[in-house]
Every structure is written in C-alpha cells, then in structure tokens.
C-alpha cells in the first residue's frame, strides 16, 4: 500500500473513531459544573497533541510513511483505548409493580448480576459493572411495562449517584443509585427510607 492510500484508509478510521467518541461523550458523566463532552474534549485534545508528536518522532526515525500516517496510526490506537474507557453497559432493571422510590445496586461479590430489585430496593451487580456503568438503565416493572420516564438521575450531567460507608458486619457498602417518581395516585412507596444497609444481604459483600 502506498503512503497515499494508507494515510486515507487510517484517517478514515481515525475520523470514524473521532467521531463516535464525541457522541459517546455527550452521554459521558461530567464533574462539578463541568459536562462529559467538555472534559472529553480536553483528554481528545491532549491526545491529538501526544500523537502529533509521537507520529513526528516515528517520522524521524522511519521516514518510508509520512507523518500523517504515523498520526493517524496513533490516533486510532489512542481513541479505541479511550472508547474501552468509556464503555458503560446499559443495565435493565426490573422493579415490583407499583413500586416507587430509591433504586441501589450494591458492589457486590456475584458474578451475574441481580437486576430484579427486591421490595427494598435493592440490586447487586459485580465489581467490574459498579466500576463501568454510568449510562441510563432500561427499568420495566414484573408485568413488563416501561417506566424510564419516572426515573430520576443525580443531576442534569450525572445520572447514577454513587455512596460508600461503613461498616456492615466488617464490611463497606458501596452502591449505585437513582430514584423512580410517579403520580401520587399511582404510587405505592414500598421503600420510604433513605437508609437501606439493614436491607443489604452481607453475605454477597466482598
């Protein structure tokens, strides 16, 4: 392959990859007044500074491809292992009839995750899924009816909050959570409180 035709083919891929990035970062979790697009753009940023430079020192030293091609080369590495850091799986969560109020999914030791939310609340999901999901969940009560218009994320820019404490039998709880709202005449709160550790099962607790 020519050095024409293989800088076209990886800025090709480079501009793909770019620009999932950027949809994907529109949906990506900010911080403090900051949106995810912002702060993503800074990282994409920084990395396109990385692989100019990268790409002028290759060039240097290999000179039988062009910059160009070492850049683009760069930059796709560089973005698919930015796109792995922001994958966030797209949970769906099953909640009783009827039910309203605070949704947890606690850091657990399972390995599949228990999506069907018991009266109290609560779910358990795995450590890698705690760690990676952000992204707005699929919530449907038992009889299959949809309810992602009554769920209610932290903030305009956050959609799961997150709360760490101590201590249960020895061991920390630490959760995802958001909250399901409907009309009052419609709702029957089966979880009235904020507190949920003494709902919490420690033995799948790590």
Known sequence: MTDRNLKITLGIFSFGLLTTLIVKLTNAPGGMILSGLF????VIAGILIACALIGLVLNLTFKRYSFLAFFFASTIISFAIFHYYLYSPTLKIIVPNGYSGKIHLVASNVEKNELLIDSNGIGYINKWTFEKTYSKPIV???NGENLDSNCVGFNMSTFWSYSKF???????????????ERKKETATKLFQSNGFSQYVDTKKLD
């Open 166 to 180: 101590c201590c249960i039998d020895g061991k920390t709880i630490k959760s995802i959570s958001f909250e399901i």
């Open 39 to 42: 702060l993503g753009g800074i």
């Open 140 to 142: 449907e009560q038992v």
